[in-house]
């Protein structure tokens, strides 16, 4: 890996470790279904217009099947996951728990793929795990039934990102990154659009709020993939 590889990868994380204060503003407001919806449909907005720019011919016919079970598995569920995980934990334990993801892709890997768990896999998987419930089990929360809701959702979006990296790798090889994140964004919008409109209402729309949702969708979304 290059310093310039590392550097940006800081910088992705930062852009998505923000993500968890832009959920913890807006979706007490808004609503998981609503709030994520928008995020999608925007960041699908913004992408396709870069690919407009670049001149980059989007092809998506042909894989909507693959990228309808993509856009459930990465995006729709679990963005919704994490965001009603928000509505009980704070933005920084929500953050803690998603970095359970590396876990539960490894374990995926090997049933799925027949990876081999090797003993620095195993050691790096079980200080990382042990790291998570350090920092979690600091957190002045409690244990509430609202805070114990907040963590299985949090659990159930990182275990959706593991199976989603698996399951990209084996079914998009060769498809452009591009193609990929428009298409998983435009699929977990119409996955989304019932379930935001059932539960959409009226609400008081505050600077700070709408700041967070074009934060999340153009900066965390759209930037970001």
């Known amino acids: 890996m290059t310093l310039r590889d590392f550097g940006w990868l800081v910088v992705l994380g930062a852009i998505w470790g923000a993500s968890y204060l832009f959920l913890r503003v807006a ?3 808004l609503g ?14 913004m992408l396709l217009l870069y690919a407009w720019w670049i001149g980059h011919r989007v092809a998506l ?3 909507w099947r693959a990228l309808l079970v993509l856009g459930a598995i990465n995006a729709a569920l679990p963005f919704t996951f994490i965001a ?3 509505l009980h934990l704070n933005a920084s334990i929500a953050a803690i728990l998603n970095a359970t993801t590396p876990f539960f892709g490894a374990i995926v890997a090997a049933i799925w793929l027949k990876e081999r768990l090797d003993r620095k896999k195993l050691l790096g998987l079980a200080l990382g795990l042990a790291g998570v419930a350090v920092l979690v089990g600091w957190n002045p929360l409690g244990a509430s039934p609202g805070v114990v809701l907040g963590v299985v959702f949090s659990l159930a979006g ?3 990102y593991g199976i989603a990296g698996v399951y990209s790798k084996v079914t998009f090889p060769g498809i ?10 435009l699929a977990a919008g119409l996955w989304l659009l019932p379930f935001a409109l059932a539960t959409a ?9 709408v700041v967070a949702v074009l934060a999340l969708a153009l900066l965390s979304t759209a930037v970001g993939y």
């Open 201 to 209: 209402q009226r609400a008081p729309l505050t600077l700070g709020v």
């Open 27 to 29: 979706t007490g407001v």
């Open 84 to 86: 009603s995980a928000t």
């Open 176 to 185: 452009a990154s591009l193609d990929l994140a428009i298409g998983q964004q």
């Open 158 to 160: 990182a275990l959706c």
């Open 32 to 45: 998981a279904f609503v709030l994520i919806d928008l995020r999608v449909w925007i960041a699908a907005g």
């Open 61 to 63: 016919r042909s894989r």
